[in-house]
């Protein structure tokens, strides 16, 4: 139980594109999900989390109008990258609580954004 | 925001060799949570501590959560190199409503065959 699932796993675009990545819990619902990115050998950093039915709460110094997330159901979240840079390039992954009220978090496998 | 500790940052063991590595925060926290991450996969969850001086294992792994609730610890026994990735320890955001984690920066396991 608890696998979280993300897509695409690697996503290659230009500058000045939007991309979206998908997280999807398989086997639970999740009214809450976290979206997280990593730069090499460092740790997570939370960029926001995601509530179902509702807006998202972005961590301070994440732009909302720049990482879009919507939480339209139970069991997907999703996450656009609008007008992609270079620097945007990194490791995004999710993550879901199995039950709302347990702190631990199930991650996805990560997809790798490359911005050229 | 909380900082973890989490030392060592890096680890070169032999194969075999036993592993410990800790984690130590200035707040007291209900959960010790320990993951594990390979190379470009997202963090796996490998024990969940939930009182203060549980000892608890999950095959060669043991992970102790200390009495004073401000630290943790994490051993491997008899290291095989498949125990290679990053280990993060974590704990819950007591003031967080949507259940924010806070991360220590890792330890970095190389195991030598």
């Known amino acids: 139980g608890a696998v979280v699932s993300q897509h695409p796993s690697w996503v290659i675009c230009k500058s000045g594109t939007s991309v979206k990545i998908e997280c999807r819990s398989l086997?639970?619902?999740?009214?809450?999900m976290f979206w997280y990115r990593q730069f090499p050998k460092q740790s997570l950093m939370l960029m926001a989390t995601?509530?179902?039915?509702?807006?998202?709460?972005?961590e301070q110094g994440v732009e909302k109008d720049k990482f879009l997330i919507n939480h339209a159901s139970l069991t997907l979240s999703t996450l656009t990258v609008t007008s992609a840079h270079p620097e945007d390039s990194s490791f995004y992954i999710c993550s879901a609580r199995l039950e709302p009220t347990l702190p631990e978090q199930y991650f996805g496998p990560g997809t790798r954004l490359t911005v050229t | 925001g909380q900082q973890l500790n989490q030392s060592p940052q890096s680890m070169f063991i032999q194969e075999g060799e036993d592993v410990s590595m800790n984690c130590t925060s200035s707040?007291?926290?209900?959960?010790w949570l320990w993951y594990k991450q390979d190379p470009g996969e997202g963090p796996v969850l490998l024990i969940a501590?939930?009182?203060?001086?549980e000892l608890t294992s999950n095959g060669r792994l043991t992970a102790q959560f200390g009495i004073t609730r401000k630290d943790s610890f994490l051993n491997i026994s008899a290291s095989i190199p498949s125990d290679v990735g990053i280990y993060f320890c974590a704990g819950p955001d007591r003031g967080s409503t949507l259940g924010r984690l806070y991360f220590g920066r890792g330890t970095q396991l190389t195991v030598w065959p």
């Open positions: 995601s509530n179902e039915g509702s807006k998202a709460t972005y």
């Open positions: 086997d639970f619902q999740a009214t809450t």
């Open positions: 707040s007291i926290f209900n959960t």
């Open positions: 501590l939930y009182k203060a001086g």
